[in-house]
């Protein structure tokens, strides 16, 4: 590439890379060519500041290790463990992947954790060509960026502004880690709809927003869902992590409730067995959905956008 023009230009239109000087002049660098006049090295030397693209955030430093023997451990989770630090511990990578890459904040486990609530689970982002190792194996992982933390309490524009970049630079770590490669994707895939059969059955809790919570667990065979204030698409998004497929909030439903949910999980959904269980059956997740929220799950083809993965390897040594 050759300079057709340097200098402050006024208002002379030029195609190309524009620059503004310390000294508030207007600097074009076009195509066009003058023989002989190379800008590579001219223009760093120059300018040095000049950037074609905003790099990706990055963290300072971070560690990330296998989880040896996970069923010594009793909790799991991540988060933001402070400003500018990210957590995750004894966690499948494929939950990171949900949240470096996943484009809803309300389903970002990095912001709950800013709000100080404690949320189930969820299956954010379908992600196809997925290793078994990545959703098996467990790991730590401890990530800090020396950007400045703020200073009082930060407003939910704030957050989310910190939560984005978080996760922007959980990703670069994914991607240099892993040697992660990835891409998007739209696909026509079967999905459950979450629709009201019987109104009315809803009940709106006495918890105020700040004590929201949700727990995903398990109770012998069972499978469990307690929320507080829980929202219609927070459930479908619950929901989308144990069964066979995406389940989208079509109900309509403003506003939050309390959801008090058990049942046994069949073959093929999370928890689920091939071996009939000796108890007596708390009933498929279709019928007490039904029963207790008088919410239906309708099946359907729909668009999903998912995550291809190209290529991952195992996390490389710290």
């Known amino acids: 590439m050759d300079v057709t023009s340097l200098g402050s230009l006024g208002n002379t239109q030029h195609a190309g890379l524009t620059h503004k000087g310390n000294g508030g002049g207007t600097f074009y660098l076009a195509s066009a060519s003058i023989p002989g006049m190379r800008l590579s090295c001219f223009l760093v030397l120059l300018f040095g500041v000049v950037e074609f693209a905003a790099a ?17 451990r009793t909790r799991s989770g991540m988060g933001e463990k402070s400003q500018g630090t990210f957590f995750a511990e004894n966690m499948p990578l494929h939950f990171l992947l949900q949240e470096a890459y996943g484009n809803n904040p309300d389903q970002s486990w990095v912001l709950q954790s800013m709000r100080g609530l404690q949320r189930a689970s969820w299956e954010s982002l379908r992600i196809l060509n997925e290793p078994e190792w990545v959703k098996s194996d467990r790991y730590d992982v ?31 770590l994914l991607e240099e880690r892993l040697h992660l490669k990835v891409h998007r994707e739209t696909k026509i895939l079967p999905v459950y709809e979450l629709v009201v059969s019987k ?28 929320g507080e204030a829980m929202s219609a698409t927070e459930l479908a998004g619950t929901l989308s992590m144990v069964l066979d497929r995406p389940v989208i909030d079509l109900t309509g439903v ?24 000796i108890g007596e059956s708390s009933g498929s997740i279709f019928t007490v959905l039904k029963e207790r929220l008088g919410l239906k799950l309708q099946r359907a083809n729909g668009p999903v956008e998912v995550l291809v993965i190209d290529h991952v390897e195992r996390p490389t040594a710290n």
Do not use: Y
């Open 199 to 226: 109104s009315g059955m809803l009940t709106q809790g006495n918890c105020a927003d700040a004590c929201r919570t949700s727990d995903f667990g398990q109770k012998g065979a069972d499978l469990t869902v307690d």
């Open 142 to 172: 401890l990530a800090k960026s020396a950007a400045a933390a703020s200073v009082g309490v930060r407003s939910q524009q704030q957050m989310i502004g910190d939560q984005t970049q978080l996760d922007l630079m959980l990703r670069a």
């Open 56 to 72: 990706q955030p990055q963290f300072d430093a971070a560690s990330v290790r296998l989880v040896t023997d996970p069923d010594l």
């Open 254 to 277: 403003k506003g939050t409730f309390d959801v008090h949910l058990q049942w046994t999980p069949d073959p093929g959904e999370v928890g689920g067995s091939d071996i009939t269980s």
